[in-house]
Nanobody
């Protein structure tokens, strides 16, 4: 079993910054892609950014140039640096990982979510 623990959310004014972290622990043999999703009230969950084990990165168009995804493979941790935040970035942010774990299969795991609120 694998657990994901997120941190770093909070309340920030428009134009401000936050850094989210998501640490994976448990019976992990290998982590493939790591990603951040978000879900705003009344909306579907959407993909924000992904990073593969090889370092390939993709972003949702609306966050390009403002958000940066990175990972520390030694710590099994993925980060999301969010700059120039806008009210429309307000959402619960979830991390997601594709893991080859102790079950000897690849499984998909989700974090518990962390609230990001951008408001003056």
């Amino acid at each position: 079993q694998v657990q994901l623990v997120e941190s770093g959310g909070g309340l920030v004014q428009p134009g401000g910054s936050l850094r989210l972290s998501c640490a994976a622990s448990g019976s992990i043999f290998s982590i493939y892609a790591m990603a951040w999703y978000r879900q705003a009230p009344g909306k579907q969950r959407e993909l924000v950014a992904t990073i593969t084990s090889g370092g390939s990165i993709n972003y949702k168009h609306s966050v390009k140039g403002r958000f940066t995804i990175s990972r520390d493979n030694a710590k099994n941790t993925v980060y999301l640096q969010m700059n120039s935040l806008k009210p429309e970035d307000t959402a619960v942010y979830y991390c997601n990982t594709d893991v080859f774990d102790g079950s000897l299969r690849r499984n998909d795991y989700w974090g518990q979510g962390t609230q990001v609120t951008v408001s003056s």
